[in-house]
Each structure stands twice: as structure tokens, then as C-alpha cells.
């Protein structure tokens, strides 16, 4: 199995030399106090600490040994909770949170620079805190004030955790076709029914609570995607000081088994009359998500590049230390039996693909990221419609290409180990 170096020099290169990350950020109101090399630095360094220790090590384990569902309560592989609560006390969760609500209002750049390692060294893992980010960010710019602080603060925290249930079994992709309802109850809140697919860390004992966004119609609501709201689901349910109560009617009814990512809790998710409340407006809940899209595709994105990073450390160990023939321009270490396959031209063709794909996808993905960070950040109108119309662009580029790259560094990968590259051990699947 590979073992995760966290490219430390590269990422540095492409944050402070390439995108001048300390210099930029200083026309942006928010973060010239708080953004330098020296924060940034610190922060890459405790991260590829705890990637390389703690999340590496339990990575292929965790996917041999996957989930287990037991009446609808699932357990994570061994190591996964104690991780996770590193990460929180470590203040991973917080990152990029508003101030106001626990959070360290740090960058959008630096988590996606954090999330490169955290996917490379245990894709499986990361997706639990990936998920809840999305989930925090939906609160964070469209919840009320109440909502706020019921339910963000515990999620900035760590203490909870978050998903996002969008899709059914019949609708896939095409959210138009939804059928979960939402009715109203007379304390304010809705009862929550229908069927939700695909629902990464849906179920899980990392955190005390998780806390769900679903997608859901209103009675009368307008047929597809202009007849979508959204709402706030809760695993227990919560008093109105934050005290989690009893369990909600939101049941785990099975796990699918997605390929290489085994340690993930990917749930089939029943809501049976849950309990939930309504964030934004009515039948605006499409509307709501997209305000947060740019960075859930570079988030796709990273994953992609992730796997371009970790199939390129496995095959560029592999091909120094693997003997096989002799160079054709003469024997380079003749006093072994045979030159490591490093030397041959069609091996060095396939690590050098491999090594374009990660650093080029690295440059793109954090160049986009800095433009996020743009966006919501800078007081300059005309600089921030550039950059949204940029990200715009080339998001869905990003998104659709370096997962494809990432599928095919890992397909080059493969091949570098030959047959090896078929057995699990090697980790190369």
C-alpha cells in the first residue's frame, strides 16, 4: 500500500510563489490580519502531520473492514471516531467558519490546500467532514439567527456533524423529480417523509448528532426543480438551547457499498414524518444550494487530484525499487542484477503523466479557490464579477477534468506496477 507523503514543497510553491497567496490576500478586508506565510505554513504542517499518522494508516483497513448496520445504527472502521476527534480538537472543523459562531474565518484557499491531503491520505475518512462543510455553509449564509445558533455552532465545533440529501432513487441527477414531502405542523416546524439515496456519511458514530439538509416539496409546491425547498433534519432532535432530545424519525435503512470507499457510510436514508425546518425560502431551495456550488465542485475536483497525487507517490516508489531488463542505453546500476523499471522510457512516460495531472490539477484547483475567496471577500465590484464569472467557467472544467485525470493517473499507476498493480495490497484500486 502506498504510504501518503503530503507534498508539502509543492503545495507551497503553488500557494506562495505561483498564486502569492500572502501578498493577494492583503487588498482583502477579512484576512489581512489574520492570512501570511507563516499561518498558512503552520496550518499545511499539522494537517500532513495528522494525514500521514493518523488518517494513512487506517485508510486501507478501513476499506477491507468497511461500515456495519446493525437496526439502522451504523459503526465505523476501527481508528475512524478517534480520528475524527482529533480532527475536531485540532480545530480542522472550524477552519473557515464565521468568527461569530466559533469559527476562524480563514480562507476558503487553505481548506482546499488541507482537503488535497486529507483526500489522498484516506478518501473514505474525509468525506465525513467534507460533508459536513456543505452543511454548515448552507446554514451559514441562508438559516436564520435561531438556526444559527441551534444548530451551526455545534457543527463549527465538530460536536455535530452534516450531510446533504439531495437525490432519490427514480430522479438520480434530475432534482425536478424529487417526490420526499415536506407538511407543515403547527409549531412552526414540517414532518419530514420520503426516500433518500447515495447519502454519504448519513449515518454514523463519529458525532453525537448529525445534523441533515434535505431537499423536499411543500403541498402545492410548483412541479420541478421551481418547486424545491430546503430543510433542516436532525438525527435527534434538538431542544431550543442546543440540547440534543430524542431520536428523530430519520432511519438508516441500508449502506451502499461504493467502490474503494468502503470506510464511508453511504446510506440509503428513511424519513417517516421527521421533524425539520424550513431554511430559506419556500421553493427556493435549489436557489440556496447553488450560492455554495463553485466550491463544492472544486471539492470534486481536489478528490480528483488526490488520487493523481497518491497513484503517482505508489507508482514512482514502486518503479525505483522494481528490477526488471536493462536500460537500452546501457546497464545504469550494473551492479545489481537487472536497472530498477525507473530507467525504461515508457515507465518514465506514464510518471511523468502522472506527475502533470497532480501538480497541474493542484495549480488549477487552488487558483479557483483563491478566486472563492474573491468573491466573497473583496470590496472591489468589479474584481469580484471577474472572479465569479471565471469560477463560473471554469469550475465545471475543473471538476469534470481532474477527475478524469485522477481516474487516469491511477490507470497509469496500475500499469507501472503490472501485474502487481492488480493485487490489493499495493493499493492501487
Not at 494537517?47 to 451504523?74: K, R, T
Not at 546497464?331 to 511523468?352: G, Q, T
Not at 500499469?415 to 493499493?427: A, D, K, S, T
Amino acid at each position: 500500500m502506498p504510504l501518503y507523503k503530503a507534498p508539502l514543497r509543492d503545495m507551497q510553491f503553488v500557494l506562495h510563489e505561483m498564486l502569492q497567496t500572502e501578498q493577494n490576500y492583503q487588498g482583502l478586508n477579512k484576512y489581512q490580519e489574520s492570512v501570511n506565510r507563516e499561518l498558512i505554513d503552520q496550518y499545511l504542517e499539522a494537517a500532513a502531520d495528522f494525514c500521514e499518522n493518523e488518517l494513512a494508516p487506517i485508510n486501507q483497513n478501513g476499506d477491507q473492514e468497511g461500515c456495519h448496520l446493525n437496526q439502522g445504527v451504523v459503526t465505523t472502521p476501527k481508528g475512524f471516531k478517534e480520528a475524527y476527534q482529533k480532527y475536531a480538537e485540532l480545530g480542522f472543523t472550524s477552519l473557515t467558519a464565521d468568527p461569530e459562531y466559533g469559527g476562524q474565518g480563514l480562507p476558503t484557499l487553505l481548506r482546499i490546500a488541507i482537503s488535497e491531503m486529507l483526500c489522498g491520505s484516506n478518501w473514505a475518512w474525509a468525506m465525513y467532514p467534507g460533508l459536513s462543510h456543505g452543511a454548515m455553509r448552507t446554514i451559514e449564509h441562508h438559516g436564520t439567527e435561531q438556526q444559527k445558533q441551534k444548530f451551526l455552532t455545534k457543527l463549527i465545533s465538530g460536536v455535530w456533524t452534516g450531510t446533504m440529501c439531495l437525490t432519490e432513487s427514480h430522479a438520480g441527477s434530475d432534482l425536478g423529480l424529487i417526490r420526499t414531502k415536506a407538511e407543515p405542523n403547527q409549531d412552526g416546524s414540517y414532518s419530514i417523509t420520503g426516500e433518500k439515496i447515495f447519502i454519504s456519511a448519513g449515518e454514523h458514530d463519529l458525532s453525537e448528532n448529525i445534523i441533515h439538509i434535505v431537499l423536499a416539496r411543500l403541498p402545492q409546491a410548483p412541479a420541478g426543480t421551481k418547486g424545491i425547498s430546503l430543510f433542516i433534519v436532525p438525527k435527534f432532535n434538538v431542544s431550543d438551547d442546543g440540547q440534543v432530545l430524542d431520536r428523530n424519525k430519520v432511519v438508516c435503512s441500508a449502506i451502499e457499498h461504493k467502490m474503494g470507499i468502503h470506510g464511508n457510510a453511504t446510506c440509503v436514508l428513511n424519513f417517516d414524518g421527521a421533524k425539520g425546518y424550513l431554511i430559506g425560502p419556500e421553493n427556493r431551495g435549489l436557489n440556496c444550494m447553488f450560492t455554495f456550488m463553485n466550491t463544492a465542485r472544486i471539492g470534486t475536483a481536489v478528490q480528483g487530484l488526490a488520487a493523481s497525487e497518491i497513484s503517482f507517490q505508489g507508482a514512482l516508489s514502486y518503479a525505483k525499487e522494481r528490477l526488471a531488463m536493462r536500460s537500452l542505453s546501457g546497464p545504469k546500476y550494473p551492479e545489481k542484477n537487472a536497472d530498477p523499471i525507473i530507467v525504461h522510457p515508457a515507465v518514465r512516460s506514464m510518471l511523468m503523466t502522472q506527475k502533470a495531472f497532480s501538480e497541474g490539477g493542484r495549480a488549477l484547483a487552488y487558483f479557483l479557490a483563491q478566486h472563492v475567496d474573491i468573491v466573497e471577500s473583496s470590496n472591489d465590484q468589479v474584481q469580484q464579477k471577474h472572479s465569479d464569472e471565471l469560477l463560473a467557467f471554469l469550475t465545471p472544467i475543473a471538476k469534470a477534468f481532474l477527475t478524469e485525470s485522477g481516474n487516469e493517473s491511477a490507470k497509469h499507476g496500475v500499469q507501472v506496477f503490472g501485474g502487481h498493480g492488480f493485487i490489493v495490497e499495493h493499493g492501487m484500486e
